[in-house]
């Protein structure tokens, strides 16, 4: 410390120690992971890692042979969410295969609380995995940063903003809205519905805009009323189209930003006595197994999920191996699959 009192390098283990109010020896054996701590101990040392900004010298501990040859995919979803969805399983099937390549250990991590948040925050200040990939980021998520202040490479699936720093692989949702838009205007469709996603994932605003560019493209007017936001999943999908339905019953076709949100509406439109695609066309996005098992099957727009999960682990593995910064931001191309639905 200055005279000022003001730090004037990096946080110390010294200092990290004196915060937590444990010995040096505690604080070292917390961030390599050693099981020789009490959890007591291990959540004073956590905290005083946050609260100081510490970030273990990895350069050392690489010196050491310190690497876990561990990975984290971190998915900030529940359970039930993570298996009923088709998009994190492709992602994890991705990424798993390029990691068995290379024989290192995935650790999938859910976090559905504050509580989960902290401890896993924890867990990555004690440098127990290589890198960290980050799938349905929000944009005021703060691991990323996190992430980044404790030195761990990381690679985000999809982004938070048109400015995203941190490496991600994405695919082309604007296009995405674009396509499914001008199919469904090439099949006469005048009254375009859109069901969104979340509007706090850049994926979800991406998908919207391309609603809206293929609206003007088709010379098609843009209505609000006919354009309704839920979360990525089937009862999203329910709710948003009664939405919809109450707003404007002579709509003639939707663009349900996911299969998933696509299969919600399939059911509310049948309820109401709506033919799909007679009445009402219906295109998705994803082209999961969902969208071949609805009746009608479903046209979506196909994004290469898996792709996107083997190009994730690709390039966490370069940066795991110090290699440079090529090919840090990818943006993978969608594909129109048309079906029976519009």
Do not use: K, W
């Not at 995919?73 to 969805?85: I, K, N, Y």
Request: aromatic share 4%; glycine share 10%.
């Amino acid at each position: 410390m200055a005279a000022s009192g003001r730090r004037t390098g990096r946080p110390t283990l010294e200092e990290v120690a004196a915060r937590a109010g444990v010995g040096r020896g505690t604080v070292s054996r917390v961030v390599n992971g050693s099981p020789r701590v009490s959890d007591r101990a291990r959540e004073a040392v956590g905290r005083a890692i946050a609260e100081l900004g510490y970030v273990p010298d990895r350069a050392a501990r690489a010196l050491a042979g310190a690497r876990t040859g561990a990975v984290a995919l971190v998915v900030p979803e529940t359970e039930s969410r993570l298996f009923a969805e088709p998009y994190f399983l492709d992602i994890i099937r991705g990424v798993s295969a390029e990691l068995g390549d290379v024989d290192m250990q995935l650790l999938l991590t859910l976090i559905r609380s504050g509580r989960e948040r902290q401890r896993f925050e924890q867990y990555l200040a004690a440098q127990r995995v290589d890198g960290v990939l980050l799938v349905s980021v929000h944009r005021d998520d703060p691991l990323p940063e996190l992430v980044a202040r404790l030195g761990l490479p990381a690679v985000l699936n999809g982004r938070r903003s048109a400015e995203e720093r941190v490496p991600y692989v994405d695919c082309d949702n604007t296009g995405a809205g674009r396509s499914a838009v001008a199919h469904l205007a090439g099949r006469g469709r005048r009254r375009i519905a859109a069901i969104t996603g979340p509007l706090d994932m850049y994926a979800a605003r991406c998908r919207l805009d391309g609603y809206r560019d293929g609206l003007a493209a088709a010379g098609l007017p843009h209505d609000e009323r006919l354009v309704a936001e839920a979360d990525f999943t089937e009862e999203g999908g329910r709710r948003a189209m009664r939405e919809l339905l109450g707003r404007r019953p002579g709509l003639d076709g939707v663009f349900a930003a996911s299969d998933l949100l696509a299969a919600g509406a399939r059911a509310v439109l049948r309820e109401a006595g709506r033919r799909v695609p007679e009445d009402v066309a219906l295109v998705g996005v994803d082209d999961s197994a969902v969208a071949r098992l609805m009746d009608p099957a479903l046209t979506s727009v196909r994004q290469p999920i898996e792709e996107m999960g083997r190009r994730m682990a690709r390039i966490l593995l370069r940066q795991i191996a110090g290699g440079g910064a090529d090919s840090r931001h990818v943006v993978l191309p969608t594909e129109l699959v048309v079906r029976d639905s519009g």
